[in-house]
């Protein structure tokens, strides 16, 4: 048996895996998020420590003789959060995590002190980032920044309380801005330009490698094995593409969850930071791999799923399903913006617009450009990946908007690939972890990280492709001519 352990920014989950590849079984336990002051988001680490606990009790008393029979536990977890420790590895701070954006005029001044950061990090500076969260620290509270020994990301907190190991692996380490991706080594020259040192940072291992062994306190405490080893694991999004068994140039998957991930297997280190591309190490070694990010996807179809006033989205796409496709020509077109953008425009500010409503516009009419919109974002993503020479095989759609047959059908269309959804890929994260645990004591990648079972598959239409792509011209030239109208 191994055992993945995902630390959400929302919940911690933790599934449970046969060596068949049954989910045995899972649990989870939802976390708090602190917003003190506006543009803010933190937690406390504690928090995490005691979720995860109450989770493993909670999956322990859900099937004890499988539990007791795990060998391994990989990690999984929400990336780029600034964990800052003291001397005697004690919290100095709530954790400052990837969705606090306080750090912007950070970004700014951490480019101008290493113009060659995007080249080595693989990535530009953006909030989101551990390195610029360090430097707002140390300029707006510099007696904390000061103490720091240890600067942890959130699942590799978790993993010091479990072994007494201060450990990252590659995937996650690559969302810091202090990786140089290509070597898979922290560099120097970027951890000076916070003011840092290789000293305060974790050791690295591959995700699939052992990190260290349970401490006897804590596996006692769980009801396991003093033997049990834990893998380095990954960030979510590489966890997720190891659980889906997107382990091989080319693979990948979209996700439309709140927001729109198109991740992509590479066997090379390919940067692409003009377009607000990621490139981050694999969980796995010796492969990278790029993400597109759109900040809003399946959250633009509750929004207006609310806006209209519909029962629940399920109603509202049915409406949008039964449109011809002359009234569907006639749909304004969306720009799903609400929370800004990364990929490709990197505009905090930019902001979501219906263009071509009139009298005849009805919510359905609404529901559709919604869609049609998101897919026209995920369009920018694969153009930007392309770019940087990534080419893109079968992608696994997951997340809230894979339970759209049709929202399927129109990404497969309109990307012009094979679009599948795949049993399990529900479980996220924890998933690939406990893959990744599997692989770590001694599994073969080959075996391990296959891919689940196709639930249903979409290639692409032609005449509806044809039919897209005009409009979808249309939504690449409205942004760059109304850009300069968002407030900022």
Known sequence: MYLGIDLGTSEVKVLLLADDHRIVATAGEKIGLSRPQPHWSEQDPAEWWSATGRAMAALRKLVPNEYAQVKAIGLSGQMHGATLLGAEDQVLRPAILWNDTRSA??????????PALPQIAGNIAMPGFTAPKLLWVAKHEPDVFKKVASVLLPKDYLRLLMTGEKVSEMSDAAGTLWLDVAKRDWSDGLLAATGLTRAQMPRLVEGSEASGKLMPAVAEAWGLSRDVIVAGGGGDNAASAVGIGAVAPGDGFLSLGTSGVLFVVTDKFRPN????????CHAVPGRWHQMSVMLSAASCLSWVTHLVGA??????????????????DAAPIFLPYLSGERT????????????????DTTAAHLAYSVIE?????????????????T??????????????????????????????????SETGGALGAARLGWLAAGGVEAEVC??????????SNMEQRARLLPRYQRFTQLYPRIRDLFAR
């Not at 005029?105 to 290493?114: D, H």
């Not at 930071?273 to 981050?280: E, G, I, N």
């Not at 490709?344 to 009298?359: R, Y």
């Open 344 to 359: 490709p425009h990197n505009d905090a500010q930019a902001q979501g617009v219906f263009f071509g409503l009139n009298h």
């Open 311 to 328: 029962a629940n989205e399920g109603e509202l796409l049915a409406q949008a399903n039964a449109l011809t496709d002359a009234q569907r």
């Open 105 to 114: 005029a950070e970004c700014a001044e951490l480019m101008s002190r290493l």
């Open 273 to 280: 930071p003009a377009s607000a591309v990621h490139a981050f």
């Open 373 to 389: 919109g998101v897919a026209f974002g995920t369009m920018d993503g694969l153009a930007a990946l392309q770019a940087a020479g």
């Open 391 to 424: 080419q893109v095989g079968r992608l696994a759609l997951v997340g809230g908007g894979s339970r759209s047959a049709e929202w399927a059908q129109l990404l497969a269309s309109l990307l012009d690939t094979e679009i599948v959804t795949l049993d399990g």
């Open 450 to 459: 296959r891919a689940p079972a196709i639930r249903a598959r979409y290639t």
